[in-house]
């Protein structure tokens, strides 16, 4: 079932204007995650490049639903420019609030937790 | 862009042809034939009468089915549920045995599942890839007990044409009742029932530019398709579905079928020609491919898989263009088209997969306008897809 989005609802504007979306190039300093939701094939994958513990750019790439889409975009609008504890304080209740998603929804802010969680699993390593 | 979107829909409804309008509004006014059908004691209620008959005469010719064969109904499921559920029911003391096929419509489905309830078997026969029934796959399906098979005749989702006049020789020969479906080819393929061994066919005019809310079920004559009607109370179209007729809706399909006749060939001519158009504007950026074979499907639907992609993005990044992801009667429920699914197609590339349905009034120029939106947003897309690369190829999913 499809979602419609008034214009002036977060998921919108995200979804259409995708703020910091793309990939970053291969580099030691880079780091890629990437999540796949059983429930529906949807796809998120964040990458960010860490200097001196802050994630000095994000980017996304997210196959899904506009609601998916807009996740990829609001992770890299709270991360970009933070320490990488930021990674830790994703949570589905911040995206779900944040980005007013419909219970339907929450799976995308799933995929958004998981990624970000396992980026910081691996950076605290 | 147009302040409408380009509706390209029309596999879940058309609008209603300004002729039909005119007659279905010389049925409703003081000064029209708004009198009851059945008030046979004066001459208002036999020109209403009349004008149900001629509207029957209409949707006869269309189809080579006898007047007298022909039920109103409220539109295809009702007259799906007469057909199976009543068929099944009336044939109940010589078995309990149904068969049908995975891909059919809802109305299909729900009524078979509601038949299990009863304490019938139901068995749906797995269609290809291609989402064709194989004739012999529903062969083998036919038992003893077997009373009832039910099949489409078009796949309101994928436009593919089932091979009906063989299931029917198949039927036929085992001496099963065929119902078929055919919603989605009235006036868009010829039938001819005269020729056709069905025992009952379900029509709708919503899908033909007349109204919604009327539809009408085939009973064969000879030799008698009999059912049990799901009703009671007046008597009316012989028994089988009784309430006062609505003659508005009753001349609306009947001039929509009248339209039909004259339009057939034209109107298939018009729409091969604009999904050709929709088919080239949409396959240049590649990764684009039907559902479904492309060689056997009317030519109004196209279902196609854009690799890469999600289709409810597409829908809701290209406001312009008005279509349907899978079958716009099972969007009420999330679950994806249990048709692409039957076809082998698995999760993701149903979600990337879109229906387009170009009708009689759409012009070239709109298919031009859908295009480049569509063309715009797919490319957007893909170039946030993590399953896109580049290149064009879609990664491994």
């Known amino acids: 079932m499809s979602e419609y989005y008034p214009e002036s609802h977060p998921v919108w504007r995200l979804f259409r204007e995708t703020p910091g979306a793309g990939e970053l190039a291969e580099a030691p300093d880079v780091l890629v995650s990437e999540a796949r939701s059983p429930a529906d094939g949807a796809v998120l994958r964040l990458s960010v490049q860490v200097m001196d513990g802050v994630l000095v750019q994000v980017r996304f790439k997210a196959f899904g639903c506009p609601a998916c889409i807009a996740c990829g975009a609001w992770l890299v609008s709270r991360l970009e420019g933070q320490g990488t504890e930021a990674l830790a304080g994703v949570s589905v209740v911040a995206l779900a609030e944040g980005l007013q998603l419909p219970a339907t929804r929450r799976h995308c802010a799933v995929l958004a937790e998981e990624v970000a969680h396992d980026l910081h699993a691996r950076l605290a390593r | ?397």
Not at chain 2, 21 to 44: E, W, Y
Not at chain 2, 193 to 210: E, N, Q, T
Not at chain 2, 331 to 360: F, K, N
């Open chain 2, 1 to 397: 862009m147009s302040s409408q979107p380009v509706y390209l829909d029309h596999a879940a409804t058309t609008p209603v042809d300004p002729r039909v309008i005119d007659r279905m509004q010389a049925c409703l006014g003081r000064k029209g034939v708004f009198a009851n059908p059945a008030s046979d004691s004066h001459a208002p209620g036999r020109a209403a009468a009349r004008e149900v008959e001629l509207a029957r005469q209409a949707l006869a010719e269309l189809t080579g089915a006898d007047p007298r064969e022909l039920v109103w109904t409220s539109g295809a499921t009702e007259a799906i549920n007469l057909a199976i559920l009543g068929g099944a029911r009336f044939h109940a003391g010589r078995g309990r045995h149904v068969v049908t096929s995975a891909i059919e419509h809802r109305a299909t489905l729900d009524a078979c599942r509601a038949l299990e309830a009863e304490g019938f078997e139901v068995t749906r026969v797995d269609c290809g890839s291609d989402g064709r029934v194989s004739p012999q796959a529903l062969a083998d399906a036919l038992r003893p007990d077997t009373v009832l098979a039910s099949v489409m005749h078009v796949n309101n989702e994928t436009g593919v044409i089932q091979d009906i006049e063989s299931i029917a020789g198949v039927c036929s020969e085992a001496g099963v009742a065929l119902h078929v479906d055919a919603a989605q080819s009235l006036g868009k393929l010829p039938i001819d029932l005269g020729r056709l061994p069905v025992a009952m066919m379900s029509f709708s005019a919503h899908k033909l530019y007349g109204p919604k809310g009327i539809g009408a079920l085939f009973l064969r004559r000879r030799p008698r398709a009999r059912v049990t009607p799901l009703m009671y109370g007046g008597g009316h179209e012989r028994g089988l579905r009784p309430g006062t007729l609505a003659t508005h809706q009753i001349a609306g399909m009947g001039e929509a079928c009248r339209i039909a006749i004259q339009r057939l060939e034209q109107d298939q001519q018009h729409l091969s020609g604009l999904a050709d158009r929709l088919w080239q504007g949409l396959r240049r950026p590649g990764g684009v491919s039907f559902n479904g074979d492309p060689d056997r499907r009317i030519p109004g639907i196209l279902n196609l898989h854009v690799a890469g992609i999600d289709g409810e993005s597409l829908v809701a990044g290209a406001p312009g263009v008005a279509f349907a992801l899978g079958s716009a009667c099972t969007s009420a429920s999330p679950e994806p088209s249990h048709v692409l699914r039957a076809m082998g197609h698995d999760e993701q590339h149903i979600r990337a997969s879109l229906r387009l349905s170009p009708g009689r009034f759409t012009t070239a120029a709109e298919i031009d306008v859908a295009v480049a939106e569509l063309l715009a947003e797919i490319a957007r897309l893909r170039e946030l897809s993590p399953l896109w690369h580049s290149g064009g190829e879609a990664l491994p999913q």
